[in-house]
């Protein structure tokens, strides 16, 4: 993950410190999941907070991250995936939050569909968040849910 991390930070000409190389293998490893600042602080405990807000606002602004959303109030961060340059995002996909275990997820796959604005409005972002049960969760859930809802997953 290491030569991963160094080669994105050097191909968008950010130096390669090991506090962004850290920060960055997390993402890597988390494979679409989100992260809150506090998981980045849990898991990275040599690292000081003002030090990873830092680096995640960095990663934002260059297009390497984008922010999320929570339910609580709080931001997490996913990495963008190619499409998102210095300044400017391009994820226009859908985000789900488990209500189960809590896990954010970037559905890549699911787009944000088109919103029609009235005239004289403009757009600078849109954020779909969608919450339910998670793939791991619902097989768990699936008789609970059907229960409350009256419905079957076969339904959705």
């Known amino acids: 993950m290491k030569d991963q991390a160094t080669q994105l930070l050097r191909s968008i000409n950010m130096s ?18 989100a992260l809150k600042h506090a998981d980045i602080e849990k898991r ?3 690292l ?3 030090t990873i807000y830092r680096t ?5 602004e260059k297009g390497v991250i ?3 959303p929570g339910s609580d109030g709080s931001a997490k961060y996913a ?4 499409h998102c340059t210095d300044g400017h995002h391009h994820d226009n996909h859908v985000h789900f939050q488990c209500k189960a275990c809590g896990s954010t997820q970037c559905l ?4 944000i569909p088109p919103v029609k604005l009235p005239p004289g409005f403009f757009s ?3 954020e779909m968040v969608i919450t339910g049960f998670c793939d791991q969760c619902s097989p768990r859930l699936t008789e609970i849910a059907e229960k409350r809802y009256k419905v079957s997953p076969e339904n959705n």
């Open 16 to 33: 390669v410190t090991d506090s962004r190389r850290q920060i960055l293998d997390l993402f890597l490893e988390n494979k679409g999941g």
């Open 44 to 46: 990275l405990d040599n």
């Open 48 to 50: 000081d907070r003002v």
């Open 56 to 60: 995640l606002i960095a990663f934002t």
């Open 66 to 68: 984008h922010s999320i």
């Open 79 to 82: 990495l963008c995936h190619g």
């Open 108 to 111: 890549d796959d699911v787009m």
């Open 124 to 126: 600078e972002r849109i």
